[in-house]
């Protein structure tokens, strides 16, 4: 079963991903904040996809994954998730390694697809 | 080893421990210094200095280093005079990441100072600004936080918005919410995370 680290400070939103994962087969972890996330990622190894919030304290998300891409282990990819829609914040998500940034509200019918395709189960949306 | 009388006494400072005066001149200058160490020291110094923090406000514009900005910032925090909360709420606009999250935990943990600029902060024309308002709010232990939220969940047209407030009165929510939480899922009827959320909190205050 592929395993996603969703990284988000709002319990809600977390628990609103884990639900669509899980019912789409997906094994879920989460982690409250970037330090949080780096930390799981000591404890249980490299996930297959990491689900990333922007604005968390702590470490946000940039930070994550500027952390999680200089680490030397298998890169999986990473969606950023944000409030925040203009093309510069689109930008500095990917500079930061983020494989696709997709603007909140999430739905599972855009989600699901896009996480399946960057895990190599379909093409994404 | 013990000492003998007559032998000089070593000096108390341990190594690395700052010899500069610190009265509010030096820190002022020194927060310019080109090393990063003493500017570091010398905003975490001015905390105790509410007359400097308008020039801390002004270096938080130049700052390039990301832990000297965070010393800034709890250095406002620690000051918490109009002229460093209004410097502290300016940095929720600003497009530096890690210096708006440093602010909103500053903001926080001041219910009395931030209130009076909530209500200005929630009607703020850029809904990212609004968005981080309710993220103040988050423990802003202040009696208004529910009515704040639920002015929001009623009137803010924006669904991330709404989303960020109706995440917290998940949490903070008390039976009064109910009606406008129910209000909200009317109002984004094809929007799963709004039914998420708003079910969630219906369910956690008890009105499931």
Redesign the interface.
């Known amino acids: 079963m592929k395993r996603i680290l969703v990284i988000d400070d709002?319990?809600?939103?977390r628990?609103?991903h884990r639900?669509i994962l899980e019912q789409a087969g997906f094994a879920v972890i989460e982690a409250i904040n970037g330090l949080e996330a780096l930390e799981k990622l000591e404890m249980e190894g490299p996930f297959d996809l990491y689900l990333v919030d922007?604005?968390?304290?702590k470490l946000?998300g940039?930070?994550f994954l500027k952390a999680l891409r200089e680490k030397d282990i298998p890169q999986a990819p990473a969606i950023m998730i944000s409030?925040?829609s203009s093309p510069?914040d689109r930008e500095a998500a990917l500079v930061a390694g983020a494989n696709l940034y997709v603007v909140?509200?999430?739905?599972?019918e855009q989600l699901l697809p896009q996480v399946r395709g960057l895990l190599g189960e379909g093409h994404p949306s | 080893m013990a000492l003998k009388k007559g032998q000089p006494t070593p000096p108390c400072h341990s190594p690395g421990e700052r010899q500069e005066p610190r009265n509010l001149e030096t820190l002022l200058q020194t927060l310019l210094d080109e090393d990063v160490m003493k500017r570091r020291w010398a905003a975490r110094d001015l905390a105790e200095h509410p007359a400097a923090a308008e020039a801390l406000v002004t270096r938080l514009r130049h700052e390039k280093d990301a832990t000297v900005l965070q010393v800034i910032v709890t250095s406002l925090g620690c000051i918490a005079n109009e002229v460093a909360i209004c410097g502290l709420i300016d940095c929720l606009y600003s497009?530096h990441?890690?210096l708006?999250?440093a602010a909103?935990?500053v903001l926080k943990e001041l219910p009395e100072p931030v209130a009076p600029h909530m209500g200005k902060l929630l009607h703020d024309p850029d809904?990212?600004v609004r968005?981080?308002a309710v993220?103040v709010l988050e423990s802003l232990r202040h009696p208004q936080v529910e009515a704040w939220l639920l002015e929001v969940i009623l009137k803010d047209e924006h669904?991330?918005v709404c989303?960020?407030a109706?995440?917290l009165l998940?949490?903070v929510g008390s039976p009064q919410s109910r009606d406008a939480l129910r209000a909200l899922k009317q109002r984004f009827p094809e929007?799963?995370?709004?039914q998420?959320?708003a079910d969630?909190?219906l369910k956690r205050i008890g009105a499931g």
Not at chain 1, 104 to 108: A, F, L, N, S
Not at chain 2, 191 to 194: A, D, K, L, N, V
């Open positions: 709002a319990a809600t939103v628990l609103y639900e922007i604005n968390m304290p946000d940039y930070g409030t925040e510069r909140k509200p999430i739905r599972p | 497009e990441t890690l708006r999250n909103i935990e809904p990212d968005i981080f993220n669904i991330n989303a960020t109706v995440d998940g949490e929007e799963p995370y709004i998420f959320a969630l909190a």
